[in-house]
T-cell receptor
Framework: AQTVTQSQPEMSVQEAETVTLSCTYDTSESDYYLFWYKQPPSRQMILVIRQEAYKQQNATENRFSVNFQKAAKSFSLKISDSQLGDAAMYFCAHGDRSGGSNYKLTFGKGTLLTVNP | NAGVMQNPRHLVRRRGQEARLRCSPMKGHSHVYWYRQLPEEGLKFMVYLQKENIIDESGMPKERFSAEFPKEGPSILRIQQVVRGDSAAYFC?????????????FGEGSRLTVL
């Protein structure tokens, strides 16, 4: 079974600074995806970024980028130039690509990010 | 284009009562998923439905829980004879028939409190 671990229950960052959220995972599969989801106070979860395990290049979406270390099973999220609107709960998630069950995501417990003005 | 709509947003039930949670997927989405978030936990998959079909219910508790997605109307997650341990946030997600892995569109969730 897959597991996803987020070791930082809470993090804080000053506006305009950079913050990195940690995530490690465990899986026996070789073909999978990793995700970071954001859950703002309104509570609708939004997909922030997705990484395909077979791609060595780290995914980037504007101010959000990941550091994917496949051998170490590590998948951290870096938020650059933090904005007040980035304040949210961030969930790391894993999804298998094979077996036809790619909708069955495994989530970590989340990291609550506070952005200080 | 409205997002995934869930209602009620908050539901309070006493032990032994029934809870019904509704989910209307995004327009054009025919796949619905239910996830549960227990306090201090990440979301956990419960069930995957398409219109009139349960595709995968491997995450559903064996008793008291059921889900449906009828031809017309929203998907419904039904919990009979609720217990305190059912208190959680229940999230519905939807996706179109063909979508990238993991690209699920979530609703705002329904928070169930069992007294």
């Amino acid at each position: 079974a897959q597991t996803v671990t987020q070791s930082q229950p809470e993090m804080s960052v000053q506006e305009a600074e950079t913050v990195t959220l940690s995530c490690t995972y465990d899986t026996s599969e070789s073909d999978y995806y990793l995700f970071w989801y954001k859950q703002p106070p309104s509570r609708q979860m939004i997909l922030v970024i997705r990484q395909e395990a077979y791609k060595q290049q780290n995914a980037t979406e504007n101010r959000f980028s990941v550091n994917f270390q496949k051998a170490a099973k590590s998948f951290s999220l870096k938020i650059s130039d933090s904005q007040l609107g980035d304040a949210a709960m961030y969930f790391c998630a894993h999804g298998d690509r094979s077996g036809g069950s790619n909708y069955k995501l495994t989530f970590g417990k989340g990291t609550l990010l506070t952005v200080n003005p | 284009n409205a997002g995934v709509m869930q209602n009620p947003r908050h539901l309070v039930r006493r032990r032994g009562q029934e809870a019904r949670l509704r989910c209307s997927p995004m327009k054009g989405h025919s796949h619905v998923y239910w996830y549960r978030q227990l306090p201090e936990e990440g979301l956990k998959f419960m069930v995957y439905l398409q219109k009139e079909n349960i595709i995968d219910e491997s995450g559903m508790p064996k008793e008291r829980f059921s889900a449906e997605f009828p031809k017309e109307g929203p998907s419904i997650l039904r919990i009979q004879q609720v217990v305190r341990g059912d208190s959680a946030a229940y999230f519905c997600a939807s996706s179109p028939p063909v979508s990238p892995v993991g690209e699920l569109f979530f609703g705002e969730g329904s928070r169930l409190t069992v007294l």
